[in-house]
């Protein structure tokens, strides 16, 4: 017969009033206020049994969004038709969110508990992934396996990362651009040259003889001028450069992912195309460069105040690591940490030591503004080249698909921001496609010219990468054949429309400023360089609102004169201006000494051509 009394059940007789309930101590009757005391510590010595055996509380992800190119999945096991044609056709949203990319997280629940499959469930649910992707044009990479133990009574299970990538179809890559910034010499071109050429550098600057433009920049290896450099990823991963194709038609049409690195000039004489590349060319990350021998010196910080001043994501490569001890390492990252974390900056470092650490930092990076991934690497010895890779791999874009629909739909807009003669082409201009769709001969109108008309013109060719392109969508940089249009009528900072639309142009505009630093004392009557977009011009100050001067720190309403053409300003365009040591950043917020476009759509009925 089984003794109730030893596993917790209650005889009859002897439930809770009955005889002898609450009786201890020779069958004394204890007060209630000591049966409370013993029940607390009783309640404490149970509490802290508990949490010797458990290890660690279960371990959570962030819950799972609905938008995004994130999903949650706790296994994927021989699901039926009817929910393997589901699963695909999520899979396929996720895609278009993440513009051809999406990562899948098997072993977690929708609420981000890590639960864990068990190895046979984790290799089922990795293999119906690969039918899901194989149904929708793609390819899986496993990212990262973890182990989640959590509860010493279960078995360790695991958790997968996996990364899903559309394969490439009629040049639809994702494309990011990325500019490189830093000190002079602090190997910016090396680094390039390695990534994108495929071979380690001789330690003499051989790697960065393919990158530069001009004789002079040969001869001094100093970068003077912007020049674009291309390093693809196809839909497993794996890097796409010119070690194992020719052209950069090849690279295209391999690559499911395209890296565009913009090469910005490090020196001081050139601090105006460095500013120029930063505004115009649109940038979606900015990779500062930093020698591990000199530290932070020169224009470096410069460099990162620009980034954080235009709100571009940026992140850190301490180069040259094979030329001092590791300590003299060591005291380069803490110095950049210090920077990092100074009340101007409010960034968190993250030093990134291993592939699993640059997984974690390319997720983290586009999720928080404040984390700031740092590599520390050698382009002669190849030390920790791998992990930047493995992160410009796995970085996703900024904006998702419906961001990019929105632009779309809008008329086009597209700014010039470099002119050509090519020789059986004629004259062709460069830039980036802000909204709209672009395509093969398409008529469109070009200005403002210094008399603010708009001149019509057709667009030949297209070229994206250096090959050829049939359409063009927002958010693109291309190059496009203009035929025999007149170049000297074209300058940097011009905008080609629709003609459609109806721009307006000003003399004059108004901003609402923060002066970053001066001298002295920011008053009416002064003249400084402004960049808004593409737009680069002398103003000068013709008043501020409320204030008869500013000091550095201080904000105010400022309204500027171009002092040689009108513009094709935006309303909320960031602007930022500079003159010597004067800096300071802010938006436009009020359009002034407007010249309204006449309706263009009038330029092609009188038949108003160049």
């Not at 596993?7 to 009757?29: C, E």
């Not at 899901?132 to 279960?154: C, F, N, P, Q, S």
């Not at 900015?286 to 954080?308: D, F, K, P, Q």
Request: charged share 25%; glycine share 10%.
């Amino acid at each position: 017969m089984v003794d109730l009394s030893e596993s917790g059940a209650v005889s009859p007789g002897h439930g809770r009033h009955g005889p002898g309930s609450g009786s201890g101590n020779n069958g004394k009757k204890t007060s209630k206020k000591s049966r409370t005391r013993r029940g607390k510590r009783g309640r404490r010595r149970r509490s802290k049994k508990n949490n010797r055996n458990n290890k660690t509380p279960p371990p959570y992800l962030p819950p799972e969004a609905e938008e995004g190119n994130i999903e949650y999945k706790l296994k994927l096991v021989n699901p039926t038709q009817y929910r393997f044609e589901h699963l695909a056709t999520q899979l396929k949203w996720r895609l278009q969110e993440g513009r051809g990319e999406a990562v899948y997280q098997i072993g977690v629940e929708d609420n981000g508990l890590l639960v864990g499959l068990t190895e046979a469930d984790m290799k089922a649910s990795l293999k119906t992934l690969k039918r899901m992707a194989e149904k929708v044009g793609a390819d899986i990479t496993l990212l990262r396996e973890r182990e989640v133990d959590y509860d010493l009574d279960r078995n360790t299970r695991k958790i997968a990362e996996v990364l899903v990538r559309k394969v490439p179809d009629d040049q639809q890559f994702l494309d990011l651009r990325v500019a490189v910034l830093g000190n002079v010499d602090s190997g910016k071109s090396t680094l390039l040259g390695v990534l994108t050429q495929g071979e380690l550098d001789n330690g003499r600057g051989r790697a960065r003889l393919n990158l530069f433009r001009h004789l002079h920049e040969i001869q001094t290896g100093r970068t003077s001028s912007i020049s674009f450099e291309i390093l693809g990823f196809n839909s497993k991963g794996e890097v796409v450069n010119y070690s194992e194709s020719r052209t950069a038609e090849e690279i295209c049409e391999s690559s499911s992912k395209m890296i565009t690195f913009i090469d910005l000039a490090g020196h001081h004489k050139y601090l105006k195309t460095t500013i120029f590349g930063l505004t115009s060319y649109c940038p979606d990350f900015a990779m500062l460069v930093v020698s591990a021998n000199t530290g932070i010196a020169g224009t470096t910080r410069e460099h990162l105040g620009l980034a954080m001043a235009l709100k571009v994501p940026i992140f850190i490569v301490v180069s040259k690591v094979d030329l001092c001890s590791r300590g003299t390492v060591e005291r380069t990252v803490r110095q950049l940490e210090r920077v990092l974390k100074q009340p101007g900056c409010n960034k968190v470092p993250m030093v990134v030591s291993n592939p699993d650490d640059a997984v974690t930092a390319a997720q983290q990076f586009t999720q928080s503004s404040c984390i700031t991934p740092i590599f520390t690497l050698s382009t002669v010895s190849g030390e920790s080249l791998d992990l930047l890779k493995v992160f410009l791999n796995i970085l996703p874009p900024l904006s998702n698909s419906k961001e990019q629909e929105e632009l779309m739909q809008q008329l086009t807009e597209f700014q010039v921001d470099e002119i050509y003669s090519v020789p059986d082409v004629g004259t062709v201009v460069g830039g980036t496609l802000y909204s709209g769709v672009c395509r093969e001969g398409e008529r469109l109108v070009v200005g403002p010219t210094d008399e603010g008309r708009f001149l019509r013109l057709k667009v030949g060719s297209i070229q994206r990468n250096r090959s050829a392109c049939r359409v063009l969508r927002a958010g693109q940089a291309a190059t496009l054949a203009l035929g025999n249009f007149d170049r000297s009528l074209l300058r940097k900072g011009m905008v080609m429309v629709s003609p459609k639309m109806n721009p307006t142009i000003c003399c004059q505009f108004e901003a609402a400023i923060v002066l970053l630093f001066h001298a002295k004392t920011f008053r009416r009557g002064s003249q400084v360089t402004v960049h808004v977009g593409n737009v680069r011009q002398t103003a000068t100050v013709e008043c501020l609102h409320g204030k008869d001067e500013l000091r550095t720190g201080e904000r105010a309403v400022v309204r500027f004169r171009f002092i040689k053409h009108p513009e094709y300003l935006r309303l909320g365009a960031k602007l930022l201006f500079r003159e010597g040591v004067t800096k300071g950043i802010g938006h436009v917020t009020r359009l002034l000494g407007i010249i309204f476009g006449e309706d263009l759509r009038n330029v092609f009925r009188r038949g108003e051509e160049t």
